[in-house]
């Protein structure tokens, strides 16, 4: 679960990182009143940005720079009205604005293949980190966190020593770093992103100026499977901003996510619904997701799952596998005819069901003329061949 920016600042800010302050304002008169507080506090300008939950919102024109309450609010209310990577903006978040002297990348990531957590720095702050990795993979600096003993602090000071973050600001770096690897196992998070971590110049209250290390921007996206553990986590859900086919397969109990092939695929069991990917692509095809409708799923939830399949404009051909045990096979039968009676868009399906009730389930599936198949196999192949022959 992806969450927008001021949530992850403040689950930054609960393991001690310095984030500057901010507020979130959902109208352009409301921005107007945060701008006036930061300015009235003795801020030159305030930045304005939109909350949605992809990056590169500064490429796309959804962070700003004001220099008065007016303009706060004209800024706030662009932005607002801006759609980016088609999410709609609906709040925006106010902040002084940084003096910034220099901006680097710092993130932690859950690598499944070391199965630890990996901090990554790089002194090219500000871009997005897959470009980085693209063109100068060189600049990306890694380091594996203990999973008792958590990051040393001499491999934390190795990669401020890397990025050339090791004089002055070592310390705070360390410190952050620390606070990342925190950030990761307090909220059980996937990814947890500062980017731009930035050291910018703030008055010292003498007439001068010193320089500070702080999160300017946060991404943390948290593990699905974890949230149980953290009832206040789920809270922070943007439901406006999510996939409207994850929302309702969530609600309906349905594992679902979407790949990017054509074949749909309906399946009980995970085991099952990842065989039936394997076969897909070992017949020549290319699953358009994967989709677990549970065990003992009635006809309303096939008929759910196969709405959540067709809503896919790249789908042209659709497999359901079934296999019953506790599932019945009729009562997926009966959710298939009543889901094709209602969908608008014809897309060849190739059903095959085996186990509890599969004969009156083939009684069914005959009489309202579905193509089935005997086999794993052949159910796979013909599906491939049916996306094929509607591609031709
Ligand atoms: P993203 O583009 O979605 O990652 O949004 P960011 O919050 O990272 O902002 C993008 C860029 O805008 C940053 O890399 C900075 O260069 C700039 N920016 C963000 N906040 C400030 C600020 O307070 N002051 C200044 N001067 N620039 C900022
Ligand atoms: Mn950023």
Redesign the pocket.
């Given at each position: 679960m992806k969450i927008q920016?001021a949530d992850a600042k403040s689950l930054l800010v609960d393991q001690g990182l310095p984030v500057?302050a901010w507020e979130v304002a959902r109208t352009p008169a409301e921005a107007r009143t945060a701008a006036e507080r930061f300015l009235a506090a003795g801020a030159d300008?305030v930045?304005v940005?939109a909350q949605v939950l992809?990056?590169?919102?500064?490429?796309a024109g959804?962070?700003k720079?004001a220099g008065s309450a007016d303009e706060a609010e004209r800024v706030a209310r662009e932005i607002l009205a801006l759609t980016i990577k088609d999410l709609p903006v609906r709040k925006v978040l106010v902040?002084?604005?940084?003096?910034?002297v220099k901006?680097f990348y710092l993130g932690a990531i859950l690598d499944r293949a070391s199965r630890r957590i990996v901090v990554m720095a790089s002194s090219e702050?500000?871009v997005?980190i897959e470009e980085v990795a693209r063109v100068d993979p060189g600049a990306i600096h890694r380091v594996e966190a203990h999973p008792l003993l958590g990051l040393p602090d001499w491999q934390a000071r190795g990669l401020a020593f890397a990025i050339g973050l090791g004089g002055v600001h070592l310390r705070a770096f360390v410190s952050i770093a620390h606070g990342l690897v925190a950030t990761m196992v307090a909220d059980d998070a996937d990814l947890v992103e500062v980017?731009?971590l930035?050291i910018v110049r703030e008055p010292d209250g003498n007439g001068g100026a010193a320089e500070h290390l702080v999160c300017?921007?946060a991404?943390i996206t948290l593990d699905d499977s974890a949230l149980p553990r953290h009832p206040e986590l789920e809270a922070l859900r943007d439901l406006d901003s999510e996939d409207p086919a994850d929302a309702e397969a969530r609600a309906q109990g349905i594992s679902f996510i979407r790949l990017d092939g054509s074949i749909g695929c309906m399946v009980n069991g995970a085991g099952l619904a990842m065989t039936t990917m394997d076969l897909v692509k070992r017949a020549g095809g290319e699953p358009a997701n994967f989709l677990d409708i549970g065990g003992g799923a009635r006809a309303d939830k096939v008929a759910a799952a196969m709405r959540l399949i067709l809503a896919d404009p790249k789908v042209r051909a659709i497999l359901v596998n079934i296999f019953g045990g506790i599932t019945r096979g009729d009562e997926v039968a009966r959710g298939l005819v009543e889901a094709r009676s209602v969908q608008d868009r014809d897309v060849p399906m190739v059903v095959r069901i085996v186990g509890t009730n599969a004969e009156e389930a083939g009684r069914l599936l005959t009489e309202a003329r579905f193509e089935t198949a005997a086999s794993l196999d052949q159910a796979a192949a013909k599906a491939v061949a049916a996306a094929r022959a509607v591609e031709a």
């Open positions: 920016e500057p300008r930045v940005k992809v990056g590169g919102r500064g490429k959804g962070v720079l902040a002084a604005a940084a003096d910034i901006e702050g500000g997005e980017n731009p930035a300017l921007d991404k």
